[in-house]
């Protein structure tokens, strides 16, 4: 495999969406993400919220018990997420915008906006030895402010782009490429995430300063119909095409 293999990091929030859907244990986000594993993923991703909508506190205690891949550990910049990220250590954290009404992650954190809250907030994370993400619109004073702050990678919201349609999607895409691009001469990690799914995975992955993608929503939806081993297996194929094609 070639060294310019893109990780795959699954999202299992809603694993947890649907077993608190009636309370109790099942099904199980450990369990999904132990298979997730077995099936090839490179890392787990879960987003704690503040109001506990999907993933809870034992969740995460348990994820960083019994996985052997990353924990990606998507937080809101709070006291609350920084006592829990520092107390736990997961290898990386990605910080977050969080509304307590939005459905989902509803664009990309205003990192220039809260650049002092930022700066001690990213510092206290390092120093507890927790990799940090921010999680950004594709815009380049957005990226720059990121590198400046010392966050060791960003991951670009894919949103605008997958849910768009033609002119405005190839748009898009190209904010994309122009951002990735802009990441790699400032020599910033960049990852990529939201929304994906098959249908759009393959053009993000011909991008080439992209490391890594974070998908959810698509694999454990689909993994409904044909299983989740099944569904990561088809991502990653469509994934190394699109690396392999740029
Ligand atoms: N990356 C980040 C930072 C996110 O907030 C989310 C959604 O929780 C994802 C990736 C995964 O998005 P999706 O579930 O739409 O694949």
Redesign the pocket.
Known sequence: MSSNRIRLGV?I??VATVRNARGGFHPDPIRAALLAEKAGADGI?A?LREDRRHIKDSDIERLMAEISIPLNF?MAATEEMLEIATRLKPASS?I?PEKREEL??EGGLDVIGSYNHLKEYIGNLKAAGVSVSL?IDPDPDQIKASKELGADKV?L?T?SYVDASGKIREDELERLRVGAKRCGELDLEVHA????NYETVEAVAKIKEFTEF??????IGEAIFVGLESTINEMRRLMDKGRNNC
Do not use: A, Q, R
Request: glycine share 16%; aromatic share 8%; charged share 10%.
């Open positions: 999202n929030d809603h991703t987003h998507e990605c977050v989902t992650t999680f991951e919201h949103g995430g939201h929304g994906l974070n998908i959810g929503h698509f694999l």
